[in-house]
């Protein structure tokens, strides 16, 4: 069972350009979060899909945007790149089988995609 | 989501248990503590999650106190390979598909 996948592994793009990553959640999962990582901190919210829709989002501006599609698959957009977007960006899976109190869930994280910005 | 307090670094010998300790103050009723380990280059792999008490699995122990205004990882005997940033997580992983808030975590270094 292959786990979160995320293509391009590495990305060197220039300040003003237009960058699409993508992920694949792991297999009976539903819900895609994106995580942008600076060096040396820790994994940020961007925001999260399931159904096809945005559902929560941090606190990163509209350059950044996103798309889920039918086989839950997701893109992460930024666009007009500057030098601060340079990071590890992160996709995570989850799946939700219910509300019941004190489920405990877990979130898979793919191997992320290291993008310059020069 | 609840703030969480960690130590910025920790340093041990392979072999020897090492405990990194998490501070919550402001934990919610609904809220479970959990950690992840993350490698470099490498997105954050789930160690453990716990509510109270004590949680252990093949890999470590979780020991919460009663008020669970902290808590605290465990990891037996460990080796380099357990060289890696520990993330300690509090929240409610059953309302609203909640998204992890992450601090700074815990840098390990474990020496040979």
């Known amino acids: 069972d292959a786990g979160v996948t995320q293509s391009p592994t590495h990305l060197i793009k ?3 350009q237009q960058v699409t990553l993508r992920c694949s959640p792991k ?14 901190q820790g994994p940020q919210f961007i925001f999260q899909y ?9 606190n990163f501006p509209d350059r950044f945007s996103g798309h889920q599609f039918p086989n839950y698959s997701s893109e992460l957009n930024v666009n007009a790149l500057l030098l601060g977007d340079s990071a590890l960006y992160l996709c995570a899976s989850s799946f939700f089988p ?7 869930t877990e979130a898979f994280f793919g191997q992320g995609t290291r993008l310059t910005v020069v | ?14 072999g020897q248990e090492v405990n990194i300790t998490c501070s919550h103050n402001n934990i919610a009723t609904n809220d479970y503590i959990t950690w992840y380990q993350q490698f470099p280059s490498q997105g954050p792999r789930f160690i453990i999650q716990g509510y109270k008490t004590k949680v252990t699995n093949e890999v470590a122990s ?14 037996p005997r460990v080796s380099l390979s357990d060289t890696a940033v520990y993330y300690c997580l509090v929240g409610d992983p059953v ?3 909640r998204a992890l808030t992450f601090g700074s975590g ?3 270094q474990v020496q040979p």
């Open chain 2, 1 to 14: 989501l609840a703030k969480t307090t960690q130590p910025i670094s920790m340093d041990s010998y392979e």
């Open chain 1, 14 to 16: 220039t300040r003003g």
């Open chain 2, 62 to 75: 979780l020991f919460i106190p009663a008020d669970r205004k902290s808590s605290t990882l465990s990891l």
């Open chain 1, 27 to 40: 297999s009976g999962h539903d819900t895609v979060s994106w995580y942008q990582q600076a060096l040396g």
């Open chain 1, 98 to 104: 219910s509300l019941r109190q004190g489920a405990s």
């Open chain 1, 50 to 58: 399931y159904e096809e829709e945005e559902r929560q989002r941090g």
């Open chain 2, 106 to 108: 815990t840098r390990l």
């Open chain 2, 95 to 97: 309302a609203g598909r």
